[in-house]
């Protein structure tokens, strides 16, 4: 699995339900899915953002600025856009995760928080695997060597680990939509 298919499965829900906050749920998946297809289309971008920057923030600001330009499109004429798009900005700027703390703290720790507790709850050796390979950006021959394992058996550990945590991650987003 690519580091953009781990970080789809982990945003993807999370970044529909931020943009409900302003548009219809179809509307919300398609925005989502915009960013991510640009994301695919550029991986020079995606590339950086990943190795250097806060992802989930990236992903965030994408996906307002997605989605008050869906909802500046639904407009009739030019006019009507240019009043719609002053409006929005005052009116959803509540949801700007870059004004609003509490949406981004929210975003990111409940999502951190969720991986965190299922990463504690895998066997260690799967743990530290999955550690040296995600966040360490450790290729998983050099994990190999390191932990004296095969190759196989650290593809296994990565494979079991993401397992469980798209399990995790995709109960919780459950329990969420339930709670609403």
């Known amino acids: 699995m690519t580091s953009f298919d781990f970080i789809f499965r982990q945003h993807f829900a999370a970044l529909v339900s931020y943009a409900r906050l302003m548009v219809e749920e179809e509307d919300a998946k398609d925005v989502v899915q915009d960013v991510f297809v640009w994301l ?24 307002y600025n997605g ?3 869906k909802i500046r499109h639904k407009g009739a004429d030019n006019t009507h856009r240019i009043w719609t798009g002053n409006r929005l900005e005052r009116e959803y700027a509540a949801y700007d995760p870059d004004n609003d703390p509490i ?21 260690p050796r799967c743990r530290e695997v999955f550690i040296l390979s995600r966040f360490e ?29 798209r399990k995790a991650l995709g109960e919780s987003m459950a329990e969420k939509k339930a709670s609403l």
């Open 103 to 123: 949406i981004k703290d929210l975003y990111t720790k409940d999502l951190r928080s969720v991986i965190a507790r299922t990463l504690d709850s895998l066997p």
């Open 40 to 63: 695919l289309r550029h991986p020079d971008r995606f590339q950086g953002i990943s190795r250097g920057g806060d992802v989930s923030l990236y992903l965030l600001r994408s996906v």
């Open 137 to 165: 950006g450790i290729p998983h021959r050099r994990i190999a060597d390191i932990l004296g394992i095969s190759l196989s058996t650290v593809d296994n550990h990565i494979y079991n680990a993401l397992k469980v945590i």
């Open 67 to 69: 989605c008050l330009n």
